[in-house]
């Protein structure tokens, strides 16, 4: 296992050094793009530093690649994307997207009954649209309580208080597009004519 990943770390450098003069950016811009300094940058370009994932996570955001991308991970033949669920407390996210920065999509599974407990509101940068797929989704939205149902969307800028949960005593799912900075997602409402 040790021997993949020093494998793998190998072609980091150059890759981080090809990925930053495709871009036409200088390591002091890098450095202030990503907040780590210009010998720490130096050093991994050359390789004579081994990148840790603090440092890979930005650095794959400032180029806009994924960190497979970044690490040049060996292709397994198979065409899937093999994402990981991630679990918070009731809340199953599943990423459909692997693109750094941009839109992200997720399918979100909510246990039942978790939209039974007091709602606690959050905030954060960005703009969200749901869409109901299964179940029935308790949305708090500022000083709105809804219940969206199988085939109802919704669209938020997240600044604003929200909070989700199931309506009831069965699972709810939902997909979910994210942009960070706040972009909006864009769809057609009807067929052109002609």
């Known amino acids: 296992m040790n021997d993949d990943l020093d ?3 190998e072609g980091v450098g150059p890759r981080l050094r090809e990925l930053r003069r495709q871009r036409e950016t200088t390591l002091a811009e890098l450095s202030a793009e990503t907040g780590i300094s210009v010998s720490t940058l130096s050093r991994l370009e050359s390789g004579a530093r081994r990148p840790t994932l603090e440092q890979l996570l930005p650095l794959a955001r400032a180029h806009n690649v994924t960190l497979d991308e970044l690490v040049d991970a060996p292709p397994t033949g198979d065409p899937r ?9 009731g809340m199953q996210m599943l990423p459909l997207t692997r693109r750094v920065g941009g839109i992200q999509a997720f399918k979100i599974i909510l246990g039942p009954n978790s ?3 007091e709602p606690t509101p959050q905030t954060h940068e960005g703009y969200e649209w749901l869409y109901v797929l299964n179940g029935r989704l308790r949305f708090v939205l500022g000083a709105h309580d809804l219940v969206l149902q199988p085939g109802e969307a919704a669209e938020f800028d997240t600044r604003e208080p929200h909070w989700f949960g199931a309506a009831d ?8 597009l994210f942009g960070k900075q ?3 997602a864009h769809f057609r409402a009807r067929p052109r004519n002609g």
């Open 81 to 89: 994307v093999h994402m990981r669920p991630i679990n918070r407390g």
């Open 7 to 9: 494998r793998a770390l």
């Open 182 to 184: 706040g972009e909006r």
């Open 169 to 176: 005593d069965e699972p709810v799912e939902f997909l979910s």
């Open 115 to 117: 939209g039974r407990r």
